[in-house]
């Protein structure tokens, strides 16, 4: 039997961008909900187009990319970049725009708090679809952060204590030696030299994180995700954060979530439903969680607003 046949490259053609999009694709729903916004009211950086300088890149077709991007596991802003120069969906979706992934990534960014907005107005469309109750759980998600990068007080009390011995060991080995190039055990005296400096600069630099987590009370410190902290998971301890999300039980849509720095669950449902509950006030929203959530000061703060 013959192969399919193949499209001839050097066929003309006359089709328009949009043809080329199917029209069930989930890209035109982005679009049309996106063009449904106002950018300026939800507080989008460049929401109002400058009168001088070089034209910026409209935020209505970065957030569309973003959600697009999130739609379809794209995470990275490189991997967005490159999908607005090949991907037929994105180039429709995005008008042809081609930013770099900096430009991306910086408005990621620069709106982080914005898109839980753009998150809350989508849910509005489906109000009346949400008619079962609240289920409120929590999640912990894995950060940036490398478990050496986050610091207790007794951690940083450790390191420090560690580093004087080490500083006077050294010190001890230094006075033994006349001699520069004379060995001293194991280093000569130049190296112990450019050990006791490297050693005093770690100590200070770790002194200085003592003392700001003092000044700020501060039980953790991440130095790469600032509000992540070393959480009990399944598998021992994690650096991460703890990510409440309420779900409709009929639909088992995302309605509402709320990035936390606690590891535990305790005195969470107030704070995970109040945003839906002040979207459908004329309701009582029913909802329910496992025991790590009871707290008795928590359930009489639901009850006030409207939530059993």
Same mark, same amino acid.
């Given at each position: 039997?013959?192969?399919?046949?193949?499209?001839?490259? *050097?066929?003309?053609?006359?089709?328009?961008?949009?043809?080329?999009?199917?029209?069930?694709?989930?890209?035109?729903?982005?679009?049309?909900?996106?063009?449904?916004? =106002?950018?300026?009211?939800?507080?989008?950086?460049?929401?109002?187009?400058? $009168?001088?300088?070089?034209?910026?890149?409209?935020?209505?077709?970065?957030?569309?990319?973003?959600?697009?991007?999130?739609?379809?596991?794209?995470?990275?802003?490189?991997?967005?970049?490159?999908?607005?120069?090949? *991907?037929?969906?994105? @180039?429709?979706?995005?008008?042809?725009?081609?930013?770099?992934?900096?430009?991306?990534?910086?408005?990621?960014?620069?709106?982080?708090?914005?898109?839980?907005?753009?998150?809350?107005?989508?849910?509005?469309?489906?109000?009346?679809?949400? @008619? !079962?109750?609240?289920?409120?759980?929590?999640?912990? $998600?894995?950060?940036? =952060?490398?478990?050496?990068?986050?610091?207790?007080?007794?951690?940083?009390?450790?390191?420090?204590?560690?580093?004087?011995?080490?500083?006077?060991?050294?010190?001890?080995?230094?006075?033994?030696?006349?001699?520069?190039?004379?060995?001293?055990?194991?280093?000569?005296?130049?190296?112990? =030299?450019?050990?006791?400096?490297?050693?005093?600069?770690?100590?200070?630099?770790?002194?200085?994180?003592?003392?700001?987590?003092?000044?700020?009370?501060?039980?953790?410190?991440?130095?790469?995700?600032?509000?992540?902290?070393?959480?009990?998971?399944?598998? !021992?301890?994690?650096?991460?954060?703890?990510?409440?999300?309420?779900?409709?039980?009929?639909?088992?849509?995302?309605? =509402?979530?709320?990035?936390?720095?606690?590891?535990?669950?305790?005195?969470?449902?107030?704070?995970?439903?109040?945003? @839906?509950?002040?979207?459908?006030?004329?309701?009582?929203?029913?909802?329910?969680?496992?025991?790590?959530?009871?707290?008795?000061?928590?359930?009489?703060?639901?009850?006030? *607003?409207? @939530? $059993?």
């Amino acid at each position: 039997m013959p192969y399919v046949e193949t499209i001839s490259r *050097n066929q003309l053609k006359i089709l328009s961008l949009d043809m080329m999009v199917d029209q069930k694709s989930i890209a035109r729903v982005i679009d049309t909900f996106v063009n449904s916004l =106002n950018m300026e009211e939800l507080g989008f950086t460049r929401a109002k187009s400058a $009168i001088e300088g070089r034209p910026a890149y409209p935020p209505q077709e970065l957030l569309k990319l973003y959600i697009y991007g999130h739609r379809y596991s794209i995470r990275s802003s490189r991997k967005l970049a490159y999908a607005c120069c090949v *991907n037929l969906e994105v @180039i429709w979706l995005t008008g042809g725009m081609q930013p770099d992934f900096r430009t991306i990534s910086d408005f990621r960014k620069d709106n982080v708090e914005v898109l839980k907005k753009v998150f809350l107005e989508f849910n509005k469309r489906f109000l009346d679809l949400l @008619i !079962g109750y609240q289920s409120v759980d929590g999640t912990k $998600i894995f950060a940036n =952060n490398s478990k050496d990068k986050n610091f207790t007080g007794s951690k940083l009390d450790d390191r420090i204590s560690w580093l004087k011995n080490h500083i006077e060991e050294y010190m001890r080995q230094l006075e033994q030696s006349d001699d520069e190039e004379e060995l001293t055990g194991k280093f000569t005296a130049k190296e112990l =030299n450019e050990k006791i400096a490297e050693a005093k600069e770690r100590l200070e630099k770790y002194e200085k994180y003592r003392t700001f987590m003092e000044e700020n009370n501060l039980s953790q410190m991440s130095l790469t995700d600032e509000d992540a902290r070393l959480m009990k998971v399944r598998n !021992g301890f994690a650096v991460a954060h703890n990510v409440e999300t309420s779900v409709d039980s009929e639909t088992h849509m995302i309605t =509402n979530y709320n990035v936390i720095s606690n590891g535990t669950d305790y005195g969470q449902m107030e704070a995970t439903l109040l945003d @839906i509950k002040k979207a459908i006030p004329d309701k009582i929203l029913e909802s329910t969680a496992d025991k790590g959530y009871e707290s008795e000061e928590d359930m009489a703060g639901c009850l006030l *607003n409207g @939530i $059993i």
